[in-house]
């Protein structure tokens, strides 16, 4: 859908009166009566509909907003690091056709040395070609060269391996490249390439290679999922709905509950060239009139009488299996708490926590003399 601020012609900090004011006048104008001869009049009447259902409401304003702004923020990331990236590309470029020259000058002079070196022996032109297919290294070099070769070749043993490092290339075998590489034309030790080089040599590898570096990622997106008592129990799927009007699907699993994050691969920012994010949706409980989340256990209220309070009793308790009886003690203040093992949520060892039964002393809701008398009584230490 295209930018629902766009298609009812508003400002993004519009009050509702006017979005409500500019959708009835758009809705008018482009209404399928008043153009019957316009075959695109009804699409477009839908998609000014889909925009004033986006802007009217605030909950979706509010995440259309922070998706637009996300977008935005991203493309201009992009566009910036695109323009550094051509000139980039353009410099390595340059610098390239410069190693290649190189490469080609050194194969050259290595061809020339061989044969000044053979007409010194007076050796004839054909003896001269059968030492060149002998020993093909000295004539043209690169021919029978890998890439690595030819960037040890020229720049040396350790130049090689960096660039093996920064193409996924394997490392050396043993210490010898190693030893090889401390050593340059002087006999000193060779100083370590900049950064700039070394991603300059890798860039000569990948183009001789055919590789291509892998796609970046979209940034991910924490969205938070709204879930019951029930769905964790149960084990539901829930339905998440995203700023650009997708619907991911949720499985909760065993160890979810309130706060736990849950990563959707891929479900993510989805922008074109670059990689989808992933969704990070965090789990938040719904308000339940019977049940409490804490951790893995549920908590419960249960209302009992003073006199069960103080003489102990039994008493029915709603559970997520049903109704259970359970036992109270004698003398059971509002502080105490009862403790049905496995009733409450799916854990991530397997097993599931408990129910616990918070205790909540009533009275009766006509005072009564009696216990009014005995408590007056008791105050002032007048037992009868």
Do not use: C
């Amino acid at each position: 859908m295209r930018d629902p601020y766009s298609l009812l012609g508003v400002k993004r900090n519009a009050e509702p009166d006017e979005i409500k004011a500019a959708w009835r006048a758009k809705a008018k104008t482009v209404h399928p009566d008043q153009n019957q001869d316009d075959p695109s009049a009804t699409s477009r009447f839908a998609e000014i509909g889909q925009a004033y259902e986006v802007l009217k409401d605030p909950e979706r304003r509010k995440r259309y907003d922070r998706a637009a702004e996300m977008h935005q923020t991203i493309m201009q990331q992009r566009n910036a690091a695109r323009e550094a990236a051509e000139r980039a590309k353009a410099a390595k470029a340059n610098a390239e056709k410069v190693m290649e020259e190189l490469a080609k000058t050194n194969a050259q002079n290595a061809k020339s040395q061989a044969q000044a070196q053979a007409q010194a022996r007076g050796q004839s032109q054909s003896q001269s070609q059968a030492q060149s297919q002998a020993h093909p290294q000295n004539q043209s070099g690169p021919a029978g060269e890998t890439p690595e070769d030819m960037i040890e070749r020229i720049f040396g043993a350790t130049a090689a391996d960096q660039a093996k490092s920064h193409t996924g290339g394997p490392a050396p075998a043993n210490g010898d490249s190693a030893e090889t590489a401390k050593a340059d034309v002087s006999g000193g030790e060779r100083p370590p390439l900049p950064a700039l080089a070394i991603d300059l040599i890798a860039s000569i590898v990948r183009r001789f290679r055919g590789t291509t570096p892998a796609p970046e990622k979209a940034p991910d997106i924490s969205v938070e999922a709204t879930v019951t008592v029930e769905d964790l129990l149960k084990l539901n799927a829930v339905t998440l709905k995203m700023a650009d009007d997708r619907e991911v699907r949720l499985v909760l699993e065993r160890g979810m509950t309130e706060g736990h994050v849950a990563r959707l691969k891929g479900q993510g920012l989805k922008l074109a060239g670059m990689k989808s994010g992933d969704l990070l949706a965090s789990i938040k409980v719904s308000r339940d009139s019977r049940f409490r989340v804490e951790g893995f256990n549920l908590h419960t209220t249960l209302s009992i009488s003073l006199e069960d309070a103080v003489l102990g009793g039994d008493a029915s308790v709603e559970t997520p299996e049903g109704n259970r009886n359970i036992s109270i003690p004698a003398w059971s203040g509002s502080d105490q708490t009862v403790r049905l093992n496995g009733l409450g949520l799916h854990d991530d060892a397997g097993g599931r926590g408990d129910l616990v039964v918070e205790l909540r002393v009533v009275l009766w809701e006509k005072p009564n003399e009696k216990v009014t008398d005995l408590m007056r009584h008791m105050r002032h230490g007048l037992y009868v």
